[in-house]
């Protein structure tokens, strides 16, 4: 097989594992305010993703790392052509980080309520802008024969107007959605007590926003009309397998339909890359944004020394906090 399409698919396993587990991360991140009555109760929740939240974001940097080495021209006309959005998500990711590390430094009901909400709204606003960036991905971008972004107003026009397409506002939606499904449903599956049970019943709500948008997609041509039914049916078993306590069945669910449809986002123009709006033949794609066959084999060497390690950790954290996490009061 030729290794530039290996690369590619690697590039799809890495987004599709970063989406997927950091999604359920920010869900909790959302949720845990609304969930949790008290600071025990939100700091039950928050103890579900304490050990694995940092890990989960290595997928992003693997990502981005072998978009640079593998396919250099997407990644030069996919971020530059989306500059601002991902400085703003990577300031998002960081307010994350520093609610979830400083949360406990300090012994304050105010200040553990002030990173509750400061995580709950970068949590928020991370998944939209990963929702309307793949949203971007599957509509494309104004981009010129040189790779750049052609649009007026300037530098801040050329890299803020992509998001004011439709399909960059459907895909936040969709984001924010699918964050808060995979959020709920894994605190379902994570928690005992009534964190546990408001977490069952937050699944339905955005399930059936995100089945619905899967629907008119479908029947708007957005995306193949199969792909749409087939995603709003599965959600539908979500919500039937979260309201019969089948949890683990309503998170495994959740992630397929999550996982399925970044696959699907990345890999339906495949094998471009990229698109312009402007004209077919100033697109990215693979044969022409691909490295040097040194570099490939270069880093080909890299991920076998790299990836099983990367692998066989996270599994092994997955593993070792695998039980439950109690949310009502523990008697002494």
Known sequence: MDLAVVWFGLIVVCWVLFLVLEGFDFGVGILAPALGRDGAQRGAALRTIAPVWDGNEVWLVAAIGLMFAAFPDWYAAFLSGLYLPMVALLLALAVRGVSLEFRGKKDSAAWRRGCDIALAASSALTAALLGATLGVLTGGLALGPDGEVAASGGALGRTLSALAQPAALTGALIGLSAAVVLGATYLGLRTTGPVRERARAWVAAPALALGATALVSGLTGAWPWWAGLLAAGLLALVVLAARRRR??????????????????????????????????????????????????????????????????????????????????????
């Open 247 to 332: 949890e683990g069945w309503a998170f495994a669910l959740a992630v397929g339909v999550v996982g399925a449809t970044v696959a699907g986002v990345l890999l339906h123009r495949f094998p471009v890359l990229l698109a312009s709006t402007l004209d077919p033949a100033w697109s990215v794609t693979v044969e022409n944004a691909v490295a040097s066959p040194t570099a490939l084999q270069t880093i080909s060497w890299a991920a076998v020394l790299i990836l099983p390690g990367v692998l066989a950790y996270q599994a092994f954290a997955y593993w070792v906090f695998r039980k439950r996490v109690a949310s009502e009061p523990v008697p002494t």
